[in-house]
Structure formats: structure tokens, C-alpha cells
T-cell receptor, first 114, second 109 residues
Framework: NAGVMQNPRHLVRRRGQEARLRCSPMKGHSHVYWYRQLPEEGLKFMVYLQKENIIDESGMPKERFSAEFPKEGPSILRIQQVVRGDSAAYFC????????????FGPGTRLTVT | DQQVKQNSPSLSVQEGRISILNCDYTNSMFDYFLWYKKYPAEGPTFLISISSIKDKNEDGRFTVFLNKSAKHLSLHIVPSQPGDSAVYFCAGGNEKLTFGTGTRLTIIP
């Protein structure tokens, strides 16, 4: 009865490197969301995906950030050429998409850019 | 433009008493309002939601009240227990959630 899984839990990258964050939704959930939490702030929506489709990416920075949710495998949030300001906790959530509210969150990936 | 606001960064309540967490919003287009609880180094845990067409929803010790004219919602926890100590976030929306900045609740034994 696994919940939302995220890996890695902690990721350290040097400036200019790429960061790949993975998220496996709860069993039976077809909708995936990514949020970012900066220190002392609330969670900020980044992107909403269904299998093979980006539904809403209005919260994604225009450059360096991309997300996918392929037909097979986990959802990936990719950050290219990371900068110190990308250091944050990145949370993935999933829902069954039945119209009922409530997204179920994973434990997060804490990205540190040195 | 902060659409969801939690003006109290912290709250302390005696065990057994009622905890009341407050949230104000500016976006009247939200379909739902939700409350999440978060422990350090963990993801948020969904607690309870309320449809924008309702004014109250109850689940065990948790009750959420929605005052649409005041654009205000609150979460009541009664009786408060030590395990309720956490950061509580309110959020509005459905697919795309907009979160407040959180209130740290401390239950005093």
C-alpha cells in the first residue's frame, strides 16, 4: 500500500549541473503535480501532468525547468544548469483525477545547489 | 499577489482544548479549500476539504468552516492532542492548489 514515492530524498548539485527528480504516484492515480517550497514559504504550484500530457505548467519557470510523465515509469522533474536559487524542497503529489479534491504528497526531494 | 493568507505564523494550545487555525483568501474562483498538516522533513498530509458551496465539513476531531462573505476559512481541532503539533497549511483550488504560508501549531501537554 505504497504512497507517493520520490527519489532521491536528498540531492546535492554544483552550479551548472543537471538535477533529475523522480516521482511515482500512488497506485491507481493518473494525475501528478509538482510543487516547490522555498525556506519559510508555502508550497508553490509548478506543473500538473497526466500520462504523456502536460495539463498546466503555469508555475514552471520559463527556462531550465521541464517535466514529463511518460506512459511507463515515474514522472520526472528536470532542472538544467542549476543555480543556488533552485535550492528548495520539491514535492510531488498525485490524485485519482475523479474530480474529488485532495492531492496526496510524497516526502519530497531536498535539492541543495552548492 | 498572495491569494491565500495565514496571518498567524504560530499558535500554542493546551492539550484537550480547541485549536482554531485561520485562513483568508482573495480568489473567489476556488472550487475547494483544503487543509494539510506537515511534519518536518515530510510531505504534507491531507486532512480535510470543503467545497466552495458548503459552509461546514466535519471529520472526526477536525471541522472546517467557510465564510464566503468574509472570504475566510478556519480549521477547528477538538480536543487537541500532542500529535497535532505540526505546521498547518490551508490551500485553495482543485487541480492547481494555492497554499498559504502555514501556521505552526504547538500543543502543550
Amino acid at each position: 500500500n505504497a504512497g507517493v514515492m520520490q527519489n532521491p530524498r536528498h540531492l546535492v548539485r554544483r552550479r551548472g549541473q543537471e538535477a533529475r527528480l523522480r516521482c511515482s504516484p500512488m497506485k491507481g492515480h493518473s494525475h501528478v503535480y509538482w510543487y516547490r517550497q522555498l525556506p519559510e514559504e508555502g508550497l508553490k504550484f509548478m506543473v500538473y501532468l497526466q500520462k504523456e500530457n502536460i495539463i498546466d505548467e503555469s508555475g514552471m519557470p520559463k527556462e531550465r525547468f521541464s517535466a514529463e510523465f511518460p506512459k511507463e515509469g515515474p514522472s520526472i522533474l528536470r532542472i538544467q544548469q542549476v543555480v543556488r536559487g533552485d535550492s528548495a524542497a520539491y514535492f510531488c503529489a498525485s490524485s485519482p483525477g475523479s474530480g474529488r479534491p485532495g492531492q496526496y504528497f510524497g516526502p519530497g526531494t531536498r535539492l541543495t545547489v552548492t | 499577489d498572495q491569494q491565500v493568507k495565514q496571518n498567524s505564523p504560530s499558535l500554542s494550545v493546551q492539550e484537550g482544548r480547541i485549536s482554531i487555525l485561520n485562513c483568508d483568501y482573495t480568489n473567489s474562483m476556488f472550487d475547494y479549500f483544503l487543509w494539510y498538516k506537515k511534519y518536518p522533513a515530510e510531505g504534507p498530509t491531507f486532512l480535510i476539504s470543503i467545497s466552495s458551496i458548503k459552509d461546514k465539513n466535519e471529520d472526526g476531531r477536525f471541522t472546517v468552516f467557510l465564510n464566503k462573505s468574509a472570504k475566510h476559512l478556519s480549521l477547528h481541532i477538538v480536543p487537541s492532542q500532542p500529535g497535532d503539533s505540526a505546521v498547518y497549511f490551508c490551500a485553495g483550488g482543485n487541480e492547481k492548489l494555492t497554499f498559504g504560508t502555514g501556521t505552526r501549531l504547538t500543543i502543550i501537554p
